[in-house]
Each structure stands twice: as C-alpha cells, then as structure tokens.
C-alpha cells in the first residue's frame, strides 16, 4: 500500500513513521538528534529510517512530509538558523529527500505541523478557526483558517510564545524580557521553583515533577502549579481576544501535567476575555497522543499536495 513518511525533527530526537491516509502510524523508527552529526551524515540517517520504517509498515512512500524545530522556510523547504541544531541550518531537507526518494516533500514548522494534524485527524476536525499551542520546552503554536495554515508575510510563521505577558519579567532567549514561553513553558516552571528560597529539593525537576508533588500537597510545588495556570490562562486570553477562534488545542509535555487544571486555566481566561464571546470557544487537549507530532508531519503532505478535502 501506499502511505506518507513522516519526519518529525526535533531538539532531542529525529522520529520517523509511515503513516497512512487515515491518520495512523503504521510503523515508527527514533534516533537522538545530538549524535546525528553534521546535516550529510543526518539526511543518510533519516532516509535509512524512512526504508526500514516502510518495511516495516509494508507501505511504499509516496510523499514525505515534515515537521520540524524552527526556524523554518516552509516555501523553500529550508531550514534556517535552527536554534538547537545550529549546524544544519541553510540545508535543504526537502530537495535532499526528494532526490533520494523521487516523491514530493513538504516541510512545516513542528507547531504548524502538529496543528495540521490535529485539525485533520484529532480534536480539531470540523473546526474553521482553530489554534494549536504547544507547551513543552518552549511554547509554539499553529493557526488554522478554513482548514488551510495562516502563514505571516513571506510564508512565516507567527511566534505566539514570544507575545510579552511581563514587559519587567524573566529574559527569554529572544531577547526580550517575560514572554509568554519564558513565564510558562516547562523550564520557566523549573527555573521558578529551584530558584525559590524555599526550595529544598535537589536539581532534576520536571514540571511533571512539581504537578506530582503539588498534587502530593507540596505547598511550594502548588504555587508553583497556580503560577503556571495564571499565564496558561492569560496567554491563551490573550489569543481569543485576538482571534476569537471556534476552539483552542492544548498539545505538549507540559500540559499532559496541566490538562487536569484546563477549568482553572478556563477561569483566568474568563477574567480577561470580557469583551469576547470566550463561552463559545472551545478550549480543548489534543487527541493524537505521543505520535501527534508524527502525524501532524504527515498531514504537511497532505496539506500541501493532496487535493483539498
Ligand atoms: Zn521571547
């Protein structure tokens, strides 16, 4: 049968799948990002996981689509000055895998990625402004009008983790102070809690962790938890006063731990969305599990190649 590669390039690992046209991942392949080497050496790599994974799903590739950490340029299919792998940036992963395979390729940042796949195949369906937040080890997010991905001026893509919630707050890797991604993504949670005098835990915490210990009764952790659901909350107010769409997709490590406090992050949202019909937006978690991310790198193909649905 014939189904789509999916490649999944992130700070940590390089996944790889085949996934058919229903959304589901018929066989998947892993390997850590930092020991790929130089962008030669992690093409070879990828594309030996793109055969054995089709093997393994007894499928034949007939496009390829990916999803990837940023920046990218999703029109040439470039990526440029890539934050956590610096070395690969100006390569071409998508004239590189077309070569090799001689089928059609796509790229997308991970966020648009995933928010494709999610609006196609998970929580999203059937929704007509939808957008997708991730929060993980930073916070992204992917916007999607009638089914097609908003895309900013010469095909960018909008950095919602970089909206300024605290003009005086923590420094974030942009450059500014108190973006949304350094008060709230999983380091920020971290970094508060280490960094409180009350703290008496030793080094190694998760947000995962700090959810865990709030719900044991650690009153710190809780604090912790209420800080985090406060600028959930007012990011995610933020967007629908902005764009007031038909529903918001929650995906990314962080809210795995968070989702069990989505009616108290609906509340804060509540306090800053007067003047917005927020009673009528969906706030909702994302529903493709651990293999979101692969998904939503197949959907890139589908969303670029595949006739419109
Ligand atoms: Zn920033």
Redesign the pocket.
């Known amino acids: 049968m014939k189904a789509i590669g999916a490649v999944d390039i992130g700070g940590t690992k390089i996944a790889v799948g085949i996934v058919d046209d229903s959304g589901r991942v018929l066989s998947r392949q892993e390997a850590p990002t930092q020991t790929a080497g130089p962008w030669p050496q992690a093409l070879t790599l990828i594309a030996d996981m793109l055969r054995k994974a089709a093997l393994q799903g007894h499928a034949t590739i007939a496009g390829i689509g990916i999803g990837s950490t940023g920046p990218v340029d999703p029109l040439k299919g470039r990526f440029e000055n890539l934050d956590t792998i610096p070395q690969w940036s100006g390569a071409s992963p998508v004239d590189d895998l077309s070569r090799a395979f001689h089928v059609s390729v796509a790229m997308e940042n991970d966020a648009d990625a995933g928010a494709l796949g999610e609006a196609s195949w998970g929580a999203g369906q059937n929704k007509s402004r939808l957008i997708y937040i991730t929060v993980g080890t930073g916070i992204g997010g992917g916007i999607i009008l009638d089914g097609r991905l908003y895309r900013g001026v010469d095909g960018a893509h909008p950095e919602v983790g970089?909206q300024v919630l605290e003009a005086n707050g923590p420094p974030?890797?942009?450059g500014?102070r108190g973006?949304w991604?350094?008060l709230a993504a999983g380091p920020a949670m971290v970094k508060w809690m280490e960094s409180h005098p009350e703290y008496t835990g030793g080094p190694g915490l998760t947000a995962r962790r700090i959810y865990e210990h709030a719900m044991a009764g650690d009153p710190l952790a809780a604090r912790a938890v209420e800080r985090e659901t406060f600028y959930l909350g007012i990011g995610l107010a933020n967007l629908v006063n902005l764009f007031t769409p038909d529903a918001i997709i929650l995906g990314g490590s962080v809210i795995k731990s968070a989702g069990v406090f989505l009616e108290d992050i609906r509340k804060v949202m509540q306090q800053g969305c007067r003047f917005v019909p927020l009673e009528k937006v969906e706030i909702t978690l994302a529903s493709l599990g651990d293999d979101a991310n692969l998904i939503g790198a197949a959907r890139v193909w589908h969303h670029r190649f595949a006739q419109r649905q």
């Open positions: 970089h974030c890797s942009c500014l973006c991604e350094a």
